[in-house]
C-alpha cells in the first residue's frame, strides 16, 4: 500500500529468515543462527534504548523541577549519559570482603538477563517478534516476578544491613504487587480471550481497548500503571532504594559497571511495563481509528506500526517518569495498605466487572 | 541428535546436578537457589513437551512466588551452623526413617507406573485452551476442592497472624506498665 509497508520490519526479518534457510541446510543451525541474531539485535537496540531514557530522565526531571537539566557534554547535553557510562566503566567494581563473591557477582546478571528475556513476547511491529508464545502475557509476568530472586540475592550476598533491609523491602513490595499487575492483566485477557500478544493486538484493530472497554478498562490501566511502577521499584514506590533511609538499598555495596547492571535493568524493565501497557491497553502497533472517517483512517494507516509502538510505549514511559517528581515517597505500612486494602479489591471487582462485559458483549 | 535430544539432556543435567546441589549445599540460601534452578530447569522440560502454560505457572508458582518467600525467610533469619540448634540423635533417626518411607512409596510407584513415551511432536495437551478444558471438565471436583483447600490455608495463616498481633500488642502494654 504505501512504501513504509514495503520495507516494514517483519519484511526484513522474513527475508532473513529465507535467506538464512537458503544458505544453510541443516534446520537446527539455522534455528540456532536465528536465535543469536535475535539476541544481538535486541542488545543492540537496548543499549541506546538505556542511553536514551536514561538522557530522557534527566530532561524530565529538569522539566518537572524548573531547571535545565544537562546542557554541556554534546548538543544540548544529549552525550552527557555516554560520560556517565565512560565514568563508570573506569570505576573500580569493588566486592566487599565479608560477601558471598559468587552471588554478589552473580546477582546482577541475574537481574539484567530477567528484564532483557522479558522482551521476547513484546509485538514491535506487525509480525515482528522474538517469540510469539501462546501465553505471551503470562511470560511477561512470570519472568518479571523472578527479578525479585537477583534483587534479594544481592541485598543478602553484600553483608550489609542496609543492602538485606533494602531486599527485604523491595521483595514483600514485588510479591505484593505482582497480584495487582496479574488481575489488570487478565482483564484484557478475559476481553480478548487469548494470552498471545499478536492475538491481542490483532484484536483491537477497531479500536483499542482502553476505548472499548469503558470505564472497567480504564480502571484496570490505572491499577496496571500504578502497580507496575511499584513493582519496577520506581518513584514513588523506590522503598528498597530509598536513599535517605538506606543509602542506596540493596545496591549499597556495588560499584562500577556492577551498579550499572542495575541501572540498565532499571530501564529495561521501564521500558518493558510501558510496552506492554501500550499493547494490553491501547493497542500496541496498531493505529489509530475513528469509526467511519475513512480518509482519517488511511492517514493514520500510512505510520508505520513500529512509529505506532514506539510513541505509545514511550507516552507511557513519559507518564511514570513525572510519576517521580509528583508524588512523595510512599512509608513501607503506606505501601501494603495501598496495595492490599484498595488495590487488590478494586481490581478483584474491576476482574468481575469484566467478566460479565465481555460474557454480555457491552464493549464496543 | 537433534535440537530436541540436545536440549533434553542438558536440561536433566541440570535438574539431576541442581537438585543434588540443594540437598547438599551447606548454607540454606544456597540450596534455595539451587532448587530455583532446577525448578527452571523442569519447565524448561515442560517447554519441550508443547506444555508453554504448565512451564509458566510452574515459574510463577513456585520459582517466582514460593521459593521468593523461602529465600525472604532464610536470608531474614540468617541460618547457619553457630545459631541453629543441634537436632538430637532421635529426631535425625526419626527424620532418616520417614524420608527412606517416602523414598519407598516414590519407588514402587515409579516400578508400577506404565512409561509412556511422549509423542513430542503432536501433543498439545499443555496448551492452556486443553488444560482448561480436562480442568473443569473431567477434574472439576477435585479441582473445586482444592482450590478450597487454599482458601482454608489462607483463612488460617490470617487467623494465625492476627493472633500473634492481638499477643504482641498486649505484651507491649505490659511492658509499658511495668515500666
Redesign the interface.
Same mark, same amino acid.
Given at each position: 500500500m504505501s512504501l513504509f509497508l514495503e520495507i516494514s520490519f517483519s519484511a526484513m526479518a522474513n527475508g532473513l529468515h529465507n535467506w538464512l534457510a537458503g544458505s544453510i541446510s541443516n534446520a537446527?543451525l539455522v &534455528? +540456532?543462527t536465528e536465535m543469536a541474531i535475535a539476541g544481538v539485535s535486541l542488545l543492540l537496540f537496548l543499549v541506546p534504548l538505556c542511553f536514551f531514557l536514561g538522557y530522557m530522565e534527566r530532561k524530565v526531571a529538569a522539566f518537572m523541577q524548573i531547571r535545565l537539566g544537562p546542557n554541556r557534554v554534546g548538543p544540548k547535553g544529549t552525550l552527557q549519559i555516554v560520560a556517565d557510562t565512560v565514568k563508570l566503566l573506569f570505576k573500580e567494581g569493588l566486592t566487599p570482603n565479608a560477601s558471598?563473591k559468587f =552471588?554478589f557477582n552473580l546477582a546482577p546478571i541475574i537481574v539484567v538477563v530477567t528484564s532483557m528475556l522479558a522482551m521476547a513476547p513484546i509485538a514491535f511491529a506487525k509480525n515482528f517478534q522474538i517469540w510469539d508464545?501462546?501465553?505471551g502475557v =503470562?511470560?511477561v &509476568?512470570?519472568?518479571s &516476578?523472578?527479578a +525479585?530472586?537477583g534483587i534479594?540475592?544481592a *541485598?543478602?550476598s553484600s553483608y550489609n544491613k542496609y543492602s538485606?533491609l533494602g531486599?527485604?523491602r523491595s *521483595?514483600?513490595q514485588?510479591?505484593s504487587y505482582?497480584l495487582s499487575v496479574g488481575l489488570s492483566l487478565i482483564s484484557i485477557v478475559i476481553l480478548t480471550g487469548s =494470552?498471545r500478544m499478536s492475538d491481542i493486538v490483532a484484536s483491537q484493530a477497531d479500536g483499542w481497548w482502553i476505548i472499548k472497554g469503558h470505564i472497567p478498562v480504564i480502571i484496570s490501566f490505572v491499577i496496571f500503571l500504578i502497580a507496575s511502577t511499584a513493582e519496577i521499584n520506581r518513584a514513588p514506590f523506590d522503598l528498597a532504594e530509598a536513599e535517605q533511609e538506606l543509602t542506596a538499598g540493596f545496591h549499597t555495596e556495588y560499584s562500577g559497571m556492577k551498579f550499572a547492571m542495575f541501572l540498565l535493568a532499571e530501564y529495561i524493565n521501564l521500558f518493558i511495563v510501558s510496552a506492554i501497557a501500550a499493547t494490553l491497553f491501547l493497542g500496541g502497533w496498531m493505529p489509530f481509528h475513528l469509526g467511519n472517517w475513512s480518509f482519517f483512517n488511511n492517514v493514520m494507516d500510512y505510520i508505520p506500526g513500529s512509529l505506532w509502538f514506539m510513541g505509545k510505549t514511550f507516552l507511557i514511559i513519559f507518564i511514570i517518569m513525572q510519576f517521580r517528581w509528583t508524588f512523595p515517597r510512599l512509608r513501607v505500612d503506606q505501601l501494603l495498605t495501598l496495595e492490599w486494602k484498595y488495590l487488590l479489591p478494586i481490581s478483584m471487582v474491576n476482574v468481575i466487572i469484566v467478566t460479565m462485559m465481555a460474557i454480555f458483549g457491552w464493549h464496543l | 541428535m537433534e535440537l530436541y535430544d540436545i536440549l533434553f539432556w542438558v536440561l536433566s543435567a541440570i535438574a539431576v546436578s541442581c537438585a543434588l546441589g540443594v540437598i547438599l549445599s551447606r548454607n540454606p540460601v544456597n540450596s534455595v537457589l539451587f532448587l530455583i534452578l532446577t525448578f527452571f530447569a523442569i519447565s524448561g522440560h515442560y517447554v519441550l513437551m508443547n506444555a508453554q502454560f504448565l512451564a509458566i505457572v510452574n515459574i510463577i508458582v513456585y520459582a517466582g512466588a514460593i521459593m521468593v518467600l523461602f529465600l525472604f525467610v532464610i536470608m531474614l533469619m540468617n541460618l547457619n551452623a553457630d545459631v541453629e540448634p543441634q537436632k538430637g540423635q532421635l529426631v535425625q533417626l526419626a527424620g532418616v526413617i520417614s524420608g527412606g518411607i517416602l523414598f519407598l512409596v516414590v519407588l514402587a510407584s515409579i516400578k508400577t507406573a506404565k512409561a509412556e513415551i511422549m509423542d513430542k511432536t503432536s501433543t498439545d495437551i499443555g496448551l492452556i485452551s486443553n488444560l482448561g478444558k480436562v480442568l473443569f471438565k473431567e477434574y472439576v471436583l477435585p479441582f473445586e476442592i482444592s482450590s478450597v483447600l487454599f482458601l482454608s490455608a489462607m483463612i488460617g495463616a490470617i487467623v494465625i497472624g492476627k493472633k500473634e498481633e492481638v499477643k504482641t500488642s498486649a505484651t507491649a502494654k505490659m511492658e509499658h506498665v511495668s515500666e
Open positions: 537446527t &534455528s +540456532v558471598d =552471588l508464545i501462546n501465553i =503470562l511470560y &509476568s512470570a519472568i &516476578s523472578l +525479585v530472586i534479594l540475592m *541485598g543478602w538485606l531486599a527485604m *521483595g514483600a514485588i510479591v505482582e =494470552l | -
